[in-house]
């Protein structure tokens, strides 16, 4: 059987383009965003993510996935990356790279796990650690709706030294236009927190969340353990499938 | 094309026992096997899950959960690769390969030249019918000897191996023979039509 037949446009290949680090942020002490020159960036939406190329100089190279954190306006284009123990690529963005370094990267890719400030109604996000990525780019991206719905963001976090962006996240809560920052600790809080002190959990999820009468668009993104629970406990609870969108980053945690 | 920029102080792994024959361009090996899909992992139950084959809008064949399991099993370990640059050697499935299912079906060929897979939670995937007989592709119910699990796309997956994993739809539930490659799922939002790993046909114009 020919496989010939295919009618199909040949759409243009995505083209690596070279990124310059222009700036490195700490976040943590396991994360740093960089802030990257692009020439030739298309522009993307939020939530959506590039290919990252590493050449080593005898040749060799290594390639990953990393969600875009700075909103579509921003002039340059950021990834925050987490450093993962005994990782290839991860440990090399994520501590060793300097403004001036130079690595590829294409995109944007992904045209599902996206939102835009021109979509209407709650806003319900779900971020377990890095998984905060994609989703910061949507906060960013809001602050240029003229009358934002109400938006609540639930990050999971191991210790309040792990939060990434928590000073923006404090400053975005503070403006009043209807931005709701929750955050919970898994392993161990400050004296004084306010916040949840366990895992991301259907109570949790029952409690803070958007009824399921306001349909809230829903993005969780994080490891797949916190995934699979806010995904299956929010459809649970009635939200439809189609308006819960996820991104996973890691690895199951466990044999499958 | 130019020569990509160095990374400097960019060692990488090199892994040494990835065997270059296996691994296609752009990928890693990983020992776990990490999860994609795009939304919540439906809750099936089985005394309600059917398996079909359609061609076009007609009704091909419909196997209960019992009926599917009766049919003759098929061993696999195989490759897979991920659009996401991991892939996992010999990998061990079980499941009905399509040439099975076309002769419980009493089709002594496919009727169309492309397929589309429908799932459970609405994710579809296409590709040419020559990707899918003659042992390329089963119905999976197994993985690694044990019943496979929802969020690997249990009770029953699509497992297309020599593709990227994303055309192994998970939650597979109906396949639709058509005269005319369409794109599915992922395959609208920018995805490769075909995805070969081989030839890093990750994204539309690959
Ligand atoms: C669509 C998408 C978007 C992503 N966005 C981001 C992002 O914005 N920021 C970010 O930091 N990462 C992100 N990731 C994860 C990223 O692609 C890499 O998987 C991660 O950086 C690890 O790569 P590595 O080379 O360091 O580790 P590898 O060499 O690939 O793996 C080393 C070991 O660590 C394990 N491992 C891999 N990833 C994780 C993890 N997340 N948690 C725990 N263990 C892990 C592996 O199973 C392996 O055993 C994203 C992944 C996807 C698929």
């Known amino acids: 059987m020919p496989a010939t037949e295919t009618v199909v446009d040949a759409p243009r290949r995505l083209p690596w383009r070279t990124a310059e680090v222009r700036e490195v942020i700490a976040e943590t002490s396991r994360v740093r965003s960089l802030v990257l020159d692009v020439p030739g960036w298309p522009g993307h939406r939020a939530g959506q ?41 991860s440990p090399y963005l994520a501590m060793d790279v300097l403004p001036g370094d130079k690595f590829e990267l294409r995109g944007p890719i992904g045209g599902y796990f996206v939102w835009t400030a021109k979509l209407d109604g709650p806003l319900f996000l779900v971020a377990g650690g890095s998984g905060v990525v994609p989703l910061m780019a949507m906060l960013r991206d809001r602050v ?44 161990g809080h400050p004296p004084g927190w306010t916040g949840g002190t366990r895992r991301v959990d259907r109570e949790m999820l029952a409690a803070l969340g958007f009824p399921v009468a306001a349909s809230p668009r829903i993005y969780i993104c994080g490891p797949t353990p916190l995934v699979e629970t806010a995904a299956a406990a929010l459809h649970d609870l009635g939200h439809a499938a189609d308006r819960i969108k996820t991104e996973r980053f890691g690895p199951t945690g466990g044999p499958p | 094309m130019s020569d990509p920029p ?72 195989v490759d897979i690769h991920c659009v996401t640059t991991w892939s996992k050697l010999d990998t061990q499935w079980q499941g009905v390969t399509l040439d099975t299912l076309l002769e419980a079906a009493g089709l002594p060929q496919a009727p169309a030249d492309f397929a589309m ?51 192994s739809a998970k939650w597979a539930r109906r396949l639709r023979f058509m005269e005319k490659d369409e794109p599915g799922f992922w395959e609208s939002l920018g995805y490769h039509i075909y995805g070969d790993p081989w030839r890093e046909q990750r994204y539309a114009g690959d």
Not at chain 2, 45 to 71: C, I, V
């Open chain 1, 49 to 89: 993510h590039v290919d990252v190329r590493l050449t080593a100089d005898d040749g060799y190279q290594a390639q990953r996935s990393y969600s875009i954190a700075s909103a579509p306006e921003a002039a340059h284009v950021m990834l925050t990356v987490e450093q993962i123990e005994e990782g290839e690529v």
């Open chain 1, 144 to 187: 240029r709706a003229p009358n934002p719905g109400p938006a609540l963001l639930l990050y999971s976090s191991r210790t309040g030294d792990d939060i990434i962006y928590r000073d923006e996240l404090d400053r975005l809560a503070a403006r009043g236009d209807g931005l709701t920052v929750v955050h919970t600790l898994t392993r």
């Open chain 2, 6 to 77: 160095v990374s400097r102080g960019f060692r990488g792994r090199k892994a040494p026992d990835a065997p270059a024959d296996r691994v296609p361009p752009g990928q890693h090996l990983t020992s776990d096997f990490p999860v994609l899909s795009a939304g919540p992992t439906p809750q099936v139950n089985l005394a309600n899950w059917t398996f079909a084959l359609q061609n076009g809008g007609n009704l091909l064949r419909k196997w209960s959960w019992a009926e599917f399991e009766a049919l003759p099993q098929t061993k696999v370990t």
């Open chain 2, 117 to 167: 897979i429908y799932c459970d939670g609405g994710y579809t995937t296409n590709m040419p019918v020559a990707d899918l007989i003659s042992g390329k592709a089963m119905v999976a119910t197994r993985y690694g000897g044990k019943p496979l699990t929802p969020e690997h796309g249990g009770p029953a997956r699509l497992l297309v191996p020599h593709l990227y994993f994303w055309k």
